[in-house]
């Protein structure tokens, strides 16, 4: 049985359309806010344990990156200030996008403008980095058997090289339902509960402090967004 659903389908709002066409006429552009910024707080945390290096991490992000409501947003939070722009993760891999600076806004795809300005803090959070990706930590690993057949393209691991593997299912629900709050309330009651004689004791205790970190990082950044949306 065929059925008809076309009858069923709603105009589109005016507002949804116009945000619509300002998204799809916008020109995409690399951002440097979050590469600066991840950069500088790792570079004040270099003897901590890594979960609560990136738990800092992503609390001086949250706490500084720009932010911004778009006209007739009504679900609001930004990852970049222009509609289709994006951050770079130097953590990962960098090297490719230093050679291709000078050629992004002449590709036949995926074609990004990137400002003189952007370009002169990239490099400059790039030098940290150097020795420090997961890239470099992915070849470190490998044979120069390994290495060999990759250059010969042989196989490849594509995007794992640079990024692996963000295999998680994040539970929104418990979000809601007791919010970033009950979650901090939850992490700091098991925190006081940890045996200390236990041997997983500090990286317990770690992945315990940074969760309470990152979750006050976001109840803070929704106050900022409060805040703006007051204004």
């Known amino acids: 049985m065929q059925v008809d659903f076309l009858d069923r389908i709603e105009p589109v709002a005016p507002r949804v359309k116009k945000m619509t066409d300002a998204l799809l006429s916008a020109v995409p552009s690399i951002e440097s806010e979050r590469a600066r910024l991840v950069t500088e707080s790792y570079q004040k945390t270099e003897n901590m344990p890594v979960v609560m290096r990136r738990a800092l991490a992503l609390s001086h992000i949250l706490e500084n990156m720009p932010i911004v409501i778009h006209d007739g947003e009504l679900i609001v939070g930004n990852f970049t200030k222009h509609l289709r722009s994006a951050q770079i993760f130097p953590e990962y891999s960098n090297e490719w996008l230093l050679a291709e600076f ?3 806004n002449e590709r036949t795809g995926d074609v990004f403008t990137i400002t003189d300005r952007v370009k002169d803090e990239l490099r400059e959070t790039f030098r940290y980095w150097k020795g420090r990706t997961v890239n470099e930590l992915a070849t470190s690993y490998m044979s120069p058997e390994t290495l060999l057949a990759m250059k010969h393209n042989v196989f490849t ?7 692996g593997i963000g295999h998680v299912t994040v539970d929104y629900a418990k979000v809601l339902r007791i919010g970033f709050n009950g979650i901090i309330l939850e992490a700091e009651q098991v925190l006081d509960s940890l045996d200390l004689s ?4 500090p990286e317990k205790k770690a992945f315990l402090q940074a969760v309470i970190l990152s979750a006050n990082a976001a109840v803070r950044f929704a106050g900022r967004f409060s805040a703006l949306a007051s204004s």
Request: aromatic share 28%.
């Open 102 to 104: 000078d050629t992004l």
């Open 157 to 163: 691991v594509n995007n794992y090289y640079f990024n």
């Open 198 to 201: 236990d041997s997983d004791y």
